[in-house]
């Protein structure tokens, strides 16, 4: 990572840090010392390893001068959804095909944000995990806590808080007995703390098939969600120029070229990998 790109993490950085509250919280939150957080924040970088900031650069989800993101209009969509349910203290839930660019907008929220916290879901968790990664993510130290004393305190922590909300993404992934204490935060966040939990088609699909054969919880998952889901738009041309405008390529026939490449099966991590080989194509020409 290049000085210039140190900068910009460390930017990151100072205005996470604002968001959550203090160094401590932010350190807490992804693992890694306060003390680390307050070189790069006073510009003591000799003290810091290239694989902190690596680790920095994922956290604070800076993506690197070589490539820019777009606000196209499933990005749009997303942010208006995160802040309906963080501004009501409501749950709302998103079921749509991988590379519509959902964990990144929900990721761009969270990062930027008062309150705000973002949770990768993962199908391995036990419900001990679950609430570990929960209490990580809003800034806290879950170490030596019991299953039940996490859930307490989780509760106790937004209750403390202004408009919190809790982004749950890859929702689809969480076992029955994860998703069974999300019920329980929802009754006791109920009005106070907004959840949204985004996941592809197989969330809906399970949610609402799960509700249809009376298993367990899952009548109560869909109802809290208002029993619909919000589905996004197919990523369209105007997405993809916006994308490849952002991104140094501003030739219509190069992004109709591109256009061409991706409009059957649009998916904005195939619409970059276009992007990025047509720039190194033009770069090696220009050569």
Known sequence: MDQAQKHRVAELVKKAVSTTGSQKSFASKHGVSASTINFVIKGNWG???????????????????SWQ???TANYKAMQQACRLAQTDGLSLAVSHDAGAG??????MYAANTANAFYVQCETHWTRTQFFTTLYRAIGKDPRGMTTAELAEEIIIELRTRT????????????????LLYYITLYNQLDGICGFVMCGTPHLRQSWESGARRDRRGYKEVHSRIGRRFIEL???GRADVEAICKANGVADEGDINAIWNEVQA??????????VEKLTKHNAAKAA
Do not use: H
Not at 49 to 64: C, P
Not at 163 to 178: G, T, Y
């Open 265 to 274: 099966d649009p998916d904005l991590r195939r619409v970059r990998r276009e």
């Open 69 to 71: 993101c777009a606000t």
């Open 233 to 235: 738009r197919r990523i």
């Open 163 to 178: 408009n919190p909300l809790l982004i749950l993404d890859e929702a689809d992934k969480l076992r029955d007995v994860c």
């Open 102 to 107: 959902k964990s990144y907008a929900l990721q």
């Open 47 to 65: 003290l810091v390893s290239d694989k902190m900031w690596q680790r920095l650069a994922a956290a604070t989800q800076f993506i690197g001068a």
